[in-house]
């Protein structure tokens, strides 16, 4: 059974700090995943997505994949108050059919 | 471009009746993926249609059911509601399916409440 991992928190980080969100999986064989910020009472919007090892960068957030370790970071810069939210981690099973989603890490920024 | 949309946004139904959802998704997308999300459970795959054809079907009961139709647009029914089917049931739309990497855009959800 496929699974994607991530601590529940919340993660408080103070404004202008760097917020650091974790993700593992479990199946080797998962080839790209997405991050999803969730604002509370709305539905996920999709931040990035990543299938290579390194680095992606986008504005403010970077996604870090490291297949070996099969571990996913997202990384944001500069925090803002609005960027606290609950942050969701995917990957796509083997047949890129469904979506396994983690069960999301809850970031508070305070100002 | 118009993104995706799910009627109604919010119902409220006693147990033992049926419900049915739907989704249009993103213009010129024709994967429609049906998603369910509860506090304990978090969001859980429930299925997913491309070309009219079901693709994938997660670990529900045969309760709940979906369709597509010739222009992408999806339904979903749940027959026989019961108190923990109460959640928040979302739609995500793509291009296309069978990869891993295509982009799912999600809809803004039907809040489901059975009493």
């Known amino acids: 059974q496929k699974e994607v991992e991530q601590n529940s928190g919340p993660l408080s980080v103070p404004e202008g700090a760097i917020a650091s969100l974790n993700c593992t999986y479990s199946?080797?064989?998962?080839?790209?995943f997405f991050w999803y910020r969730q604002y509370s009472g709305k539905s996920p919007e999709l931040i990035m997505f990543i299938y290579s090892n390194g680095d992606k960068e986008d504005g403010r957030f970077t996604a870090q994949l490291n297949k070996a370790s099969q571990y996913v970071s997202l990384l944001i810069r500069d925090s803002q108050p609005s960027d606290s939210a609950t942050y969701l981690c995917?990957?796509?099973?083997?047949?890129?059919?469904?979506?396994?989603f983690g069960k999301g890490t809850t970031l508070s920024v305070s100002s | 471009k118009a993104g995706v949309t799910q009627t109604p946004r919010y119902l409220i139904k006693t147990r033992g009746q049926q419900v049915t959802l739907s989704c249009s998704p993103i213009s010129g997308h024709r994967s429609v993926s049906w998603y369910q999300q509860t506090p304990g459970q978090g969001l859980q795959f429930l299925f997913e249609y491309f070309s009219e054809t079901q693709r994938n079907k997660g670990n529900f009961p045969g309760r709940f059911s979906g369709r597509q139709f010739s222009n992408s647009r999806s339904e979903m029914n749940v027959s026989t509601l019961e108190l923990g089917d109460s959640a928040l049931y979302l739609c995500a739309s793509s291009l296309a399916t069978g990869s891993s990497y295509n982009e799912q855009f999600f809809g803004p959800g039907t809040r489901l409440t059975v009493l």
């Open positions: 995917a990957a796509y099973n083997q047949a890129g059919t469904a979506l396994i």
């Open positions: 199946d080797r064989g998962s080839q790209s």
